[in-house]
T-cell receptor, first 113, second 117 residues
Framework: EAGVAQSPRYKIIEKRQSVAFWCNPI?????LYWYQQILGQGPKLLIQ????????DSQLPKDRFSAERLKGVDSTLKIQPAKLEDSAVYLC???????????FGSGTRLTVV | AQTVTQSQPEMSVQEAETVTLSCTYD???????LFWYKQPPSRQMILVIR??????QNATENRFSVNFQKAAKSFSLKISDSQLGDTAMYFC??????????????FGQGTRLTINP
């Protein structure tokens, strides 16, 4: 099966600019996740979708971050305006069920200067 | 809140040696899943092995095996006959049941493993 697709691979922006990341999960995976991984740390969950509904966004900085999942398939994560501390790798993952764990994309490395 | 702790920030061994990575976790749940993920420089998280908490038998996948001690809340990964391609960050992860029947994966801080030729 095809993997989780993410784009872009890299992005460099200035602080206060906006940026968007795209994710296409594995076909048939109802649950989609966005994780933030700061250098040297483990990934931290930002938001979780079940089909096109938000299940958990308790760790999402809602004053600057937003996410949507169109028709329960693709998802977009946006940051506006970006801060220096948003520099990180943003990982998208999808899963069929808890027994199988997640399948991750290759992530987007964001650098805010 | 559930937490996952990896106490070894870095480890280094010679090729063909055996290495064990440690992980402890904290939870009040009885049913859950534990995972080890590998993250090479390509950044993609790759599932190495998983363990169901209700199973007493330790999971094994080729050169990778775990030592799951449920009472001690310990979940270590053993890599036998280590290879250069095993060089990567390794993350221990815990999956619990969250609200509305949804899964939530919680990661440790990671262990950077280097296999030397």
């Amino acid at each position: 099966e095809a993997g989780v697709a993410q784009s872009p691979r890299y992005k460099i922006i200035e602080k206060r600019q906006s940026v968007a990341f795209w994710c296409n999960p594995i076909s048939g995976h109802a649950t989609l996740y966005w994780y933030q991984q700061i250098l040297g740390q483990g990934p931290k969950l930002l938001i979780q979708f079940q089909n096109n509904g938000v299940v958990d966004d308790s760790q999402l900085p809602k004053d600057r971050f937003s996410a949507e999942r169109l028709k329960g398939v693709d998802s977009t994560l946006k940051i506006q305006p970006a801060k220096l501390e948003d520099s990180a790798v943003y990982l998208c993952a999808s899963t069929r069920d808890r027994a199988h764990g997640y399948t991750f994309g290759s992530g987007t490395r964001l650098t805010v200067v | 809140a559930q937490t996952v702790t990896q106490s070894q920030p870095e480890m280094s061994v010679q090729e063909a040696e055996t290495v064990t990575l440690s992980c402890t976790y904290d939870t009040s749940e009885n049913n859950y899943y534990l995972f080890w993920y590998k993250q090479p420089p390509s950044r993609q998280m790759i599932l190495v092995i998983r363990q169901e908490a209700y199973k007493q038998q330790n999971a094994t996948e080729n050169r990778f095996s775990v030592n799951f001690q449920k009472a001690a809340k310990s979940f270590s990964l053993k890599i036998s006959d280590s290879q250069l391609g095993d060089t990567a960050m390794y993350f221990c992860a815990f999956m619990k049941q969250w609200v509305q029947g949804a899964q939530k994966l919680v990661f440790g801080q990671g262990t950077r493993l280097t296999i030397n030729p």
